[in-house]
């Protein structure tokens, strides 16, 4: 009986920190999106046009091609996790008060400057958030379960933001201050539970009988040494790290553009298409059921594989098909969810505990220069093909004072622009969006990454047929993370 009581305490306690693992990062997925929920009464409130607008998203995505990098290798050999986490959390709220201050002031340079400093520490402490999981969850045969409620729960976030920041703007510049200070809010409710998740895992710690002599790089020379462990890392996780960027590119970057090419190619409104763009978010909340599946079987290449594939389709109907729109928005967010649940777990079964962070860090910083680098070259691509004039913020048209209407896009985050109706005797109507064989040719694009991702999925599956490392029963994954940390081997007392 009293065994049976550590163990449910043990796995309360797990589940009680996991929520303070998911609420860390809460306030900056939050926040990521307020400029594309507030687009229009950001333009003008800063007066600023489409293009300077977007360089809200660009001072937070350039940096994180290195930066997030160093943020995990900074978690394992420098700052230690802990004490990483506060200071990225301390970066994001920071950042998002600047931000706040410089809606109340108009003045767009000290905004790009807190966009600046809350890209310094949100993508380090996604990183972070990994490697709380990856620790509290080591060995257990939930760990998949535990990644993917931290990834439904991170999209919640970016969800509640596009439902609650233009509500309370509600179409008047005025109140977009106090908008943007709702998301310094949060990013305060993200800290205080990074402060009590500092105070469970010492606990955890003691529980686990963490090993004491694990210790920070204590000088230049220390940092020298583990850098060059990077350099070690197997070639299953580049190859890993490899499928991450083939595809979250056509993912992410679909998405930021998916709302006008829905309304170019298949006729929608601007809020059907908003939806439907929103779609692989949503589908993003039944990951915990599909890494509740992963854990009982394993395999998660598999699982990853299955993902690539329903990401070709998904890029298929949209590329060469009329089919509903649905369908193809549908297998893309099944896909989503299938490789948030399974691609991430597979990390620690390849470098020990003491180089998460690194190992984490570096995938992101793949994914954000891949992500970074192809939304400029999407989006070069759309304006080399386009044949239709585009109206945006900067027309000549000058709208009525009570005719401005605001369409915030949850995806768009380059080529939408301000709605304004005017009166028809002074402004010829122009489309909104680019023509639908410039789109058609980014499409192509994201089509040949989605199949190249399947490709390595599938070299993948036949190097670990040698190696035996990932795509294996869960069993054996859980054996083979033990046999990586040979020091954990300590019968903790939790769980």
Request: with cysteine; hydrophobic share 45%; aromatic share 14%.
């Amino acid at each position: 009986m009293s065994e049976n009581k550590t163990s449910f305490f043990g796995h309360a306690f797990r589940y009680f920190g996991l929520l303070f693992i998911c609420l860390i990062t809460l306030g900056s997925y939050y926040i990521y999106d307020i400029p594309a929920a507030l687009q229009s009464g950001i333009e003008t409130l800063y007066k600023v046009d489409n293009v300077k607008w977007n360089l809200l998203y660009s001072v937070y995505s350039f940096p994180n091609m290195i930066i997030v990098f160093f943020g995990g290798y900074f978690i394992d050999n420098v700052f230690g996790l802990k004490k990483g986490a506060i200071i990225f959390c301390c970066l994001v709220m920071a950042g998002q008060i600047i931000f706040s201050v410089s809606s109340n002031l108009k003045l767009f340079w000290l905004a790009l400057v807190g966009r600046t400093i809350f890209g310094l520490g949100g993508e380090s402490l996604s990183v972070a958030q990994s490697t709380f999981c990856a620790t509290w969850f080591k060995g257990r045969g939930d760990i998949n379960f535990a990644f993917a409620i931290t990834l439904a729960f991170s999209r919640i976030g970016s969800a509640i933001n596009f439902q609650i920041s233009p509500k309370i703007e509600n179409g008047e510049i005025s109140r977009v201050p106090t908008a943007i200070w709702v998301g310094a809010i949060v990013c305060g409710i993200s800290f205080a539970s990074c402060i009590i998740l500092v105070v469970l895992d010492v606990i955890r710690g003691k529980k686990d009988k963490d090993d004491p002599n694990t210790t920070t790089a204590s000088s230049f020379m220390d940092i020298l040494r583990s850098f060059k462990d990077i350099f070690h890392f197997p070639g299953t996780l580049w190859l890993i790290n490899l499928s991450v960027v083939l595809f979250y590119v056509p993912l992410f970057v679909f998405v930021s553009v998916c709302a006008d090419f829905f309304q170019s190619k298949y006729g929608i409104s601007a809020d059907l298409a908003t939806s439907i763009a929103s779609v692989p978010y949503y589908a993003a909340v039944s990951s915990p059921i599909i890494g509740f599946v992963v854990d009982r079987t394993g395999h998660n290449i598999a699982f990853t594989t299955f993902a690539s594939a329903l990401l070709v389709i998904a890029h298929g109907l949209f590329a060469f098909s009329d089919i509903n729109v649905w369908a193809g928005a549908i297998f893309l967010g099944g896909s989503y969810a299938f490789m948030a649940a399974s691609i991430w777990v597979t990390i620690p079964c390849l470098v020990p505990s003491k180089s998460l962070g690194s190992a984490y860090g570096l995938a992101f910083a793949c994914q954000n220069a891949a992500v970074a680098s192809f939304g400029l070259i999407i989006n070069a691509i759309i304006a080399h093909f386009n044949t239709n004039p585009i109206s945006d913020s900067s027309s000549s048209c000058e709208p009525t004072s009570s005719s401005i209407d605001h369409h915030s896009s949850s995806s768009n985050h380059t080529l939408s622009s301000t709605s304004h109706h005017t009166d028809s005797s002074s402004c010829v109507s122009t489309p909104k969006f680019a023509s639908a064989n410039a789109y058609h040719v980014a499409e192509l694009v994201f089509f040949g990454l989605a199949c190249l991702c399947f490709v390595v999925q599938i070299i993948i599956i036949f190097v670990d047929m040698q190696n035996r490392w990932v795509n294996i029963p869960s069993a054996k994954m859980k054996q083979r993370v033990k046999d990586l940390n040979p020091e954990d081997e300590k019968d903790p007392l939790i769980n």
